[in-house]
């Protein structure tokens, strides 16, 4: 997906708060299990929320795209990292908590896949652990049509990624056309994203497939909710 951002992700997504997402997440597990010493992060992208998860926990990786792995390599250079699909991964161990968050999710493109991502990480989910997912946005929420502009303005990089929202069935299209300046000189490029617009319903439904009961936090990290699950 990131064949050609992969090398700006961090610089791209720099707005992100991650120290408060992942306090946040701390949070909420230690609510409801305390003590927790494992954590798994499912597409874990440049490792971004990892380097700062590993405060309190013994902590993996594992994402699907080999360049961000990369990245991630360098930041977290003691920490196990896996280039796995979330559909079908197998570690043979197991953790106190597993999560997905920015959205991956929407990555596996299918309900059917949508279920075989959710068993997967509760197969590597110690007894009594915890499943959190962070959605992507709900069919009715996405909406065509709208153009988006996002700028990186720093000495030596300048970015500028735009696209319009666009929709292919229960998919939500972006058609990401970057321009890039360095001091090498400016390249323009293009990426296309594709992510599936789950309902509630099919979110709460792969939970309870996979043996799981769910509980929804609304805002979530950034306000596109938080799915919480946990066997039984």
Not at 173 to 181: H, I, K, P, R
């Amino acid at each position: 997906m990131f064949t050609r951002s992969a090398a700006i992700y961090d610089a791209v997504y720099s707005f992100k708060e991650y120290p408060t997402e992942a306090a946040r997440v701390h949070e909420l597990v230690e609510e409801r299990l305390p003590g927790a010493t494992t954590l798994l992060d499912v597409a874990c992208g440049t490792g971004k929320h990892l380097e700062l998860l590993r405060a309190w926990y013994r902590i993996e990786g594992l994402d699907l795209d080999g360049d961000l792995l990369e990245i991630a390599r360098g930041r977290l250079v003691d920490v196990p990292l896996h280039e796995e699909d979330m559909t079908s991964f197998n570690l043979g161990r197991r953790f106190d908590v597993v999560t997905c968050l920015f959205s991956s999710i929407g990555y596996v493109g299918t309900v059917e896949r949508l279920h075989a991502a959710v068993a997967s990480m509760t197969r590597h989910l110690n007894p009594g652990g915890i499943v959190l997912v962070e959605p992507w946005f709900s069919p009715e929420a996405w909406t065509t049509g709208s153009p988006h502009l996002l700028t990186v303005d720093e000495p030596d990089l300048k970015i500028a990624r735009l696209n319009v929202s666009q929709r292919d069935g229960r998919l939500a299209v972006m058609e990401f056309s970057y321009l890039v300046g360095t001091p090498a000189g400016v390249e323009h490029f293009s990426e296309r994203h594709e992510a599936a617009l789950f309902t509630d319903e099919e979110y709460r439904s792969a939970f309870a497939a996979a043996g799981l009961s769910v509980e929804h936090d609304r805002h979530g990290l950034i306000g596109r909710g938080l799915y919480l699950g946990r066997p039984g």
